[in-house]
């Protein structure tokens, strides 16, 4: 995607070829930085301060940190097993980082199963390496494909609006390309739309605690020209009841094999309301963010608590400069829940990169037949 009129991508191997590097993603919208990475340390703290944030660009920082952790691992080890052993070690600090995230774990579990195939300690560097772009490649790929079939929703409803009616499209938190490596899960269709000529408008949710919505959402879809306007979190209810939203479309950080989705905090709210007002309510995302193990995810999903200072505090651009200010008095406790879970029942369809399925175990076999046979 383009940023002041120059491609970007969320992570990339250096032109030294050894660091890694990232958009700080939390001087969004105010100041653009990239950082560099050089060790596993460096990704760890990435991932969890949240510098990157998405569950497919916590992936491919994970994939990228394996390939650094696999350079201290050619340092520190002089056979192919001690190698291992190290690199699963590492594997397991990427993982600690993040645990809700599914993207995170499935991109450490590829490159320790690949490189692991290696013989030699240097060819399994170079395999770390590999398997870093290629994590990257097919984020891409696949949220370029949700794109493509997603339209077809956002095309379906234009089709009975008047032509000069947008479609007003609702999202929650970030899932556009800052949340992967390029276009997007949930606005990827929006971006497809809106290149093809189809007149759309997003309402961007704040997404408290850490405003995703309004610091990043609002951001990139500025960069790309898209209509959009900036609510509260408890807004959305209020305009699904007076017509004033024809679809939501969010991403999601785990989904269930039977189609419970989980997502930053809030979203089950938005799906609650979008039911209730009969607002077709899709959530979109690429394979890689299925969890083939688990089947109940109100039940199983481990949910996320953060520091309650990030509800305690907010920061946003003074006089040029980032500054944080406290919102809540006294010595009073804060729970900072970060994500939750949206039954399957809620979910209108699931966009993935091979197409639009039911948020059902049936339908996602169909789509994904393979993944069933593999476990």
């Given at each position: ?175 556009g390309w800052l949340a ?100 077709p309510f899709y959530v ?22 953060r520091d309650g200072t ?66």
């Amino acid at each position: 995607m383009l940023v002041d009129g120059k491609p970007y991508r969320t992570v990339w191997i250096e032109e030294d070829g050894t660091t890694v590097g990232i958009i700080d993603q939390r001087k969004l919208p105010f100041t653009f930085e990239t950082v560099s990475l050089k060790s596993t340390g460096d990704a760890c703290y990435a991932i969890r301060e949240m510098l990157v944030r998405g569950a497919g660009c916590i992936g491919a920082v994970a994939a990228h940190g394996m390939y650094l952790a696999a350079q201290e691992c050619l340092k520190a080890t002089v056979s192919p097993e001690s190698f291992d052993e190290l690199l699963a070690e590492k594997g397991t600090q990427l993982c600690e980082t993040r645990p809700t995230a599914m993207n995170l774990a499935w991109a450490v579990e590829r490159a320790l199963a690949e490189v692991g195939g290696e013989d030699c300690t240097q060819a399994k560097v170079v395999r770390a390496g590999g398997v870093a772009v290629e994590v990257a490649d097919e984020d891409a790929e696949w949220c370029h494909s949700i794109g493509k079939h997603g339209f077809s929703v956002i095309e379906s409803i234009f089709s009975k609006k008047g032509k000069n009616d947008p479609v007003n499209i609702l999202t929650h938190c970030n899932a556009g390309w800052l949340a992967f490596v390029d276009y997007g899960s949930a606005t990827a269709p929006i971006y497809a739309a809106h290149d093809a000529g189809i007149p759309v408008h997003v309402w961007v949710d704040e997404t408290r605690p850490r405003n995703q919505g309004a610091r990043l959402t609002a951001w990139e879809l500025a960069q790309h020209g898209v209509p959009h306007t900036v609510i509260v979190d408890n807004v959305g209810g209020h305009l699904m009841q007076h017509g004033e939203v024809d679809l939501c479309i969010t991403g999601t950080d785990r989904t269930t094999y039977t189609g419970d989705v989980a997502n930053k905090i809030g979203t089950y709210l938005k799906a609650l309301a979008a039911k209730d007002n009969d607002i077709p309510f899709y959530v979109a995302l690429p394979s890689s963010t299925f969890d083939w193990k688990t089947r109940d995810g109100v039940r199983e999903i481990p949910i996320e608590e953060r520091d309650g200072t990030e509800v305690a505090w907010i920061g946003g651009d003074y006089e040029g400069g980032e500054r944080e200010v406290k919102l809540v008095a006294g010595d009073s406790p804060v729970a900072n829940y970060a994500f939750d879970v949206t039954p399957a029942r809620l979910v209108s369809g699931l966009i993935t990169e091979r197409g639009i399925c039911e948020a059902d175990e049936t339908d996602i076999r169909r789509l994904f037949p393979e993944k069933f046979s593999e476990s």
